[in-house]
């Protein structure tokens, strides 16, 4: 079992930036990716960023320009930086994982959801 634990968030005037974090804890051998995934009231769950063990990233086009994810493997850990926020970045966000556990087999886990409003 993987357990993943967000911090960060909150209301955050427009123009400002956020960060948040998030930890992973339990039983795995491995990650394979780290990710963040956002959803606003009435929308799909959509892609933020995400990046892999070996360092790429992948932000999604609403974000992108504006936003850093960030890895550290020996923590566990993994970041997001938001920049020149917008109203329409308000959403709840997601932590996501991909972890490789017993017998090899991959499974994806979500923290706990954090709310991210954006004021104008």
């Known amino acids: 079992q993987v357990q993943l634990v967000q911090s960060g968030g909150g209301l955050v005037q427009a123009g400002g930036s956020l960060r948040l974090s998030c930890v992973a804890s339990?039983?795995?051998?491995?990650?394979?990716?780290l990710g963040w995934y956002r959803q606003a009231p009435g929308k799909q769950r959509e892609l933020v960023a995400s990046?892999?063990?070996?360092?790429?990233?992948n932000y999604g086009d609403a974000v992108k320009g504006r936003s850093t994810i960030s890895r550290d493997n020996a923590k566990n850990s993994v970041y997001l930086q938001i920049d020149s926020l917008k109203p329409e970045d308000t959403a709840v966000y997601y932590c996501?994982?991909?972890?490789?556990?017993?017998?090899?087999?991959?499974?994806?886990?979500w923290g706990q959801g954090t709310q991210v409003t954006v004021s104008s």
């Open positions: 996501n994982g991909d972890f490789v556990g017993v017998g090899g087999f991959t499974y994806r886990y």
């Open positions: 339990g039983s795995f051998s491995s990650i394979k990716v």
């Open positions: 990046t892999v063990s070996g360092g790429a990233t």
